[in-house]
């Protein structure tokens, strides 16, 4: 099918508010937090509510990835996003009639558990359209998805909850949930894939039996996650607590750190469309990561204010591989296995966050900022001589010559 430039970007367009759906569905909760707070709500029962929603992508990631790469994509985003959008009408209706927290905790786990496919299906969307000359911006763009998500719910939730209620700050995703189902009716077309022969019997086979790639990428990635969680996690309380910030001043910095780790995702796109290489690229964001995590930790030990400009360097260097990762494991698992692929990719990071979180707190509570963002500066390297070649893409991936003079090795 031939498809104009326009409405490929168009299509990459309608892709992102699939991933921001699932986004805003996942972690609208930390975003009622303080009114719940605020109207009495235990601290320890507000932790657990939060857990409700990213519990449920936990659980149905990889499904969702097997389900696309049997049905494809258009198919199961709307069941999945539709399905999410019922869901959290629910969780409004819950809200507005005062059902106990358990039982809107209960919505918000099902309404995640639906939203799930956005992001594997938006990722092979922009892979089968997107030629290999565009296609690392094109995911770069993609996965702007993610800090674009959490900048809407910061910028409207806690505001809605604190003048006019939790129901109207829960319309907030359901508005997302319900735009991108539209859109995606309208406007989603599945890229092509071979269905028989020679090059459908090639990219039916399981990628994870060729070699070693897939496995090595998912370590890496695993491994570069951990400073990425380290620096989004962490960063605001190391401003406020260990560089004395003023909460407010804190916050708009991180806000900006967000804005920079977005454009620093397109740009490493953009790089690795340039070098024809997706791993390449990784592996200098790798060194690049141990280097600025080593010097955070040593100009947070001296407490000198260069600190601040190193960590927002690292908020942009510690995100700038996942939009490279998640291209080269679609590319290389094909039209028939990168769901599943990649919904093991995010499954992984999503489990390896969530466990950091808690592990580099102790570390912090125990031996400090400087020594926890030095010890996490480790996994980088770690990760650096795991990095495979770049493999080659599976039949039935969209494959255009890179610009002339430029090798084109994926």
């Not at 953009?270 to 280097?291: E, V, Y």
């Not at 600190?307 to 998640?326: I, K, P, R, Y």
Request: aromatic share 8%; hydrophobic share 55%; proline share 6%.
């Amino acid at each position: 099918m031939e498809m104009s430039a326009a409405r490929r970007w168009w299509i990459l367009v309608v892709s992102m508010t699939a991933a921001i759906t699932t986004t805003a569905t996942v972690n609208c909760t930390a975003f009622l937090i303080p009114q719940l707070i605020h109207d009495g709500l235990p601290v320890q029962r507000a932790g657990l509510f939060a857990a409700a929603a990213p519990a449920g992508l936990l659980l149905t990631t990889i499904v969702w990835g097997a389900m696309i790469d049997r049905y494809g994509e258009r198919r199961v985003l709307l069941v999945s996003l539709s399905g999410a959008a019922i869901g959290l009408a629910a969780t409004v209706s819950g809200f507005a009639a005062g059902a106990p927290l358990p039982v809107i905790a209960g919505g918000l786990f099902v309404s995640s558990a639906m939203a799930a496919s956005g992001n594997g299906a938006s990722g092979r969307i922009v892979v089968g359209w997107f030629p290999a000359s565009s296609r690392g911006t094109a995911m770069g763009i993609r996965q702007t998805s993610q800090p674009l998500g959490i900048a809407l719910l910061s910028l409207t939730m806690p505001y809605l909850a604190s003048r006019v209620g939790l129901t109207w700050a829960m319309t907030v995703p359901l508005t997302v949930a319900v735009v991108s189902v539209i859109l995606v009716f309208a406007f989603i077309v599945d890229p092509p894939r071979p269905e028989s022969g020679a090059a459908a019997a090639e990219a039916r086979e399981n990628p994870y039996r060729e070699d070693s790639f897939l496995v090595r990428i998912h370590a890496v990635s695993l491994l570069l996650v951990l400073p990425q969680g380290a620096v989004w996690t962490w960063g605001i309380t190391w401003l406020i607590v260990g560089m004395h910030w003023a909460p407010a001043t804190a916050g708009l910095l991180v806000s900006a750190s967000q804005l920079f780790g977005a454009l620093g995702r397109i740009a490493a796109g953009t790089w690795s469309d340039r070098l024809g290489s997706r791993t390449s690229p990784i592996r200098w964001i790798a060194l690049a990561a141990a280097l600025t995590m080593g010097a955070l930790g040593a100009l947070t030990a001296v407490g000198s204010p260069v600190a601040v400009l190193v960590f927002l360097v690292a908020s942009v260097v510690t995100v700038a591989d996942n939009g490279l990762a998640f291209t080269a494991i679609a590319e290389k698992a094909g039209p028939f296995y990168s769901g599943r692929a990649l919904g093991i990719q995010n499954t992984g990071q999503f489990l390896v966050t969530t466990a950091a979180g808690p592990i580099l707190g102790g570390l912090i509570h125990t031996a400090g900022f400087a020594a926890a963002f030095a010890i996490v500066g480790l996994a980088p390297l770690v990760a650096f001589p795991l990095v495979p070649r770049d493999a080659t893409p599976r039949d039935g991936v969209t494959r255009e010559p890179a610009p002339s003079g430029t090798p084109n090795r994926t």
